[in-house]
């Protein structure tokens, strides 16, 4: 039987791992924290899924949350000028729910299914010379330590990485839950400025939640997150961030309060793709999987949903490979196949994070017409099917053309 080490129980290496035991394959995942460190822990991210990703996680029965959360069925986007005055109303049902889990839960729970279903987690910080040992002793190590060190391992992908910095300062907190969100997914595009987004969260005591992130444009007026040091300073600092830009939305936001002192962050990432071998002094590879090797600014809320949908690849192509071995060829046509995909995935969150005209004409048609939401929303859940019509302006013509709709662009 062949041996698979996963370093890292995040989105992208649980998956992988419970698949490949269902599978029968012996697989060992190396985790920096146990399950009740992780459930303990400052919250690392906020993904909402898509229906895509949402139904390969039930592929592999860790849907363990459907009858408890129903997820979001509504939608609303309101596009503001820089002063927050409200240009565009978009609203629309979801054709299928979205939903977000606390990871802190999720993935402390998949930690103990893993070991339930007879994987075998062993709790340690990887370090390069512990990759060797792995490899000596593994049939195949896979590398999904999300931002942790050892993705450096991994070669920076200059042709397909578009930026050198961070494009969006981040800041996440939970709080108690409004009931105006309690099913909706609410975006407000203020322009020059930045995104606030609402969200019903199912959280880590299995209480419905809301989340708010930020996505501050660096320099620009929202831009106030650094040198926060508690979840009560991030509070007043939102608070005061939507009374000034956006008003209208202020008396949802006034009597607030944290959910506690773990549940809130703030950051920045450098968007970046890299190459998916990883090659150790000895001479050996390993292959790199999830946001090790696609990294995404969390704007269109891609990266679990693709590190998902990348584990679900990888392990399809191992189990197929069968008794030959796992060579670099291998880990990169894998790499490459997975990135006919994600290419849009890239492109659309790259995309959002500098959105041309042709954004502005799409959202005017959004607001009409229901046909174009639906298209668009749904291209969240798969990307490819936005290109494309949502990115060129001469195909964004044709499209709305196709859909009876003036032309703005
Ligand atoms: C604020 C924010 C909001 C987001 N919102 C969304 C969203 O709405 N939708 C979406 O799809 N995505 C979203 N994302 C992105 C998503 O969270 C990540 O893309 C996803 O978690 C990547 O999964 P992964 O398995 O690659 O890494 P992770 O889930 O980060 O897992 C990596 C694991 O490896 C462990 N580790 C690190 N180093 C070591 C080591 N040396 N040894 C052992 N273990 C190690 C870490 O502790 C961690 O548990 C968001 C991210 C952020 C920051």
């Known amino acids: ?79 503001c000028d820089s002063q927050g005055n409200i ?18 839960l999720k993935l402390s729970v998949w930690m103990e299914e893993f070991t339930r279903r007879a994987g075998n987690l062993v709790v340690r910080k990887i370090t390069i010379e512990d990759l060797e040992k792995c490899y000596q002793k593994y049939d195949l190590v896979v590398v999904s330590v999300g931002k942790g060190d050892l993705a450096r391992l991994f070669e920076r992908d200059e042709q397909k990485s578009k930026y050198q910095k961070p494009q969006r300062h981040v800041a996440v907190m939970l709080t108690e839950l409004e009931p105006m969100y309690w099913d909706a997914f609410e975006v407000i ?14 959280d880590r005591e299995g209480i419905l939640v809301r989340g708010i992130s930020i996505e501050a444009i660096p320099n620009g007026p929202i831009d106030v997150f650094s040198g926060i040091k508690n979840a009560g300073e991030l509070l007043t600092v939102i608070q005061g961030i939507i009374k000034q830009f956006v008003p209208w939305n202020y008396e949802y936001i006034r009597d607030a309060e944290a959910i506690d002192d773990s549940s809130w962050l703030c950051g920045a990432i450098t968007p970046k793709v890299r190459k998916p071998v990883g090659r150790l002094e000895s001479g050996g590879v390993v292959m790199g999987i ?15 949903n693709n590190a998902i949908k990348m584990a679900d690849l990888v392990a399809r192509r191992i189990i197929e490979r069968g008794k030959e071995s796992f060579d670099r060829f291998w880990m990169q046509q894998v790499f490459d196949e997975f990135w006919e995909y994600s290419q849009y995935v890239n492109l659309l969150s790259d995309f959002l994070l500098s959105p041309g005209d042709t954004v502005q004409s799409i959202s005017r048609a959004m607001a009409e017409n229901p046909e174009v939401t639906k298209d668009v929303l749904n291209g969240f859940n798969h990307p490819p099917s936005l290109y494309p019509w949502y990115f060129d302006p ?9 859909k009876k709709i003036a032309v703005y662009c």
């Open 189 to 202: 595009n203020i322009a020059g400025v930045g995104e606030i987004v609402q969200y019903p969260l199912f």
């Open 87 to 104: 240009n565009l109303n978009i609203s629309a049902d979801l054709e299928q729910p979205w939903k977000a889990i606390d990871p802190r």
């Open 394 to 402: 001469e195909a964004a013509r044709e499209y709305l053309e196709s």
């Open 290 to 304: 999830g946001d090790v090797v696609i990294l995404n600014d969390p704007i269109a809320a891609q990266g679990a």
């Open 1 to 79: 039987m062949k041996k698979i080490a996963i370093i890292g129980a995040g989105q992208a290496g649980l998956y992988l791992g419970l698949s490949l035991i269902d599978a029968g394959y012996s697989v060992t995942i190396y985790s920096d924290r146990t399950p009740d460190e992780l459930l303990k822990s400052r919250i690392p991210a906020t993904p909402t899924l898509f229906p895509d990703a949402l139904a390969l996680e039930k592929k592999v029965d860790l849907n363990f949350w459907d009858e408890n959360f129903l997820g979001c069925h509504k939608y609303f986007n309101k596009i």
